[in-house]
């Protein structure tokens, strides 16, 4: 076992003229031997880490589904309320124009003759608002993202499949609307065909929404809670 040298006071007043003879501690060998660092894992990121394998932020996840979920609220009333006092709005404006196969139907024109139905209004706010609530939910998930520096592969494949899920969803529903056209365009003055479109589209189009959702919940918890990537 190696000494161990003390030094309390240097010479010269404090300094040593020669560098060369600046002492030097030695210490015991059984010294050098390091701890092993017991960590204990809270469950929780601190800001910078760059650590893959810590689970996706669930704050991130509740404020995806809290602006979802909000910003449908807020697109039906405003539904509601557009379709009772501007019935004519969404056709001056040019909304809700779907072309399949190069056939064009423009929803408004229907909307505007029956306004008691609630299709038009949960149409005009899945056209106008979720696409800004999907905008928010990924910006608030990105930055928080950025922020905590979560693992980038676990990110890229909640967006990925949560996109490709999205376009899906939406394609099925265009095709709904566009199994649809021949009852659009009578159900003006025919309440039941109208009905079999709000019950095609708009109901459909709430059962994706919910689905998406819930795909998108387990993906997540998949990924990132049990680390399956």
Known sequence: MSQQQVYNHPPNNGFYADPASVPTQKVADHHLESPVAVVQDTGKQQPGSTQSDIPWPRVAIFISLFLTTIFSIVGTALGDWVNGRYRTLPA???????CIAGQCIKVADVCSGNSSDSFCAKLLGAEILMPLAVIASFAAMVLYGFYWKTSRRVFAQICIVSGLTTVIFELIS???LGLFKQDMADSSIDGV????LALGAGF????????LA????VFIYVTAFKGLY
Not at 92 to 98: A, H, P, R, S, V
Not at 193 to 196: A, E, L, N
Not at 214 to 217: A, P
């Open 92 to 98: 001056k404006i040019g909304l809700y124009d779907f």
């Open 174 to 176: 265009i095709i709904l």
């Open 193 to 196: 065909t109208f009905s079999k």
């Open 204 to 211: 459909g189009l709430t059962i994706m929404s919910t689905i």
């Open 214 to 217: 819930l795909l998108s919940i």
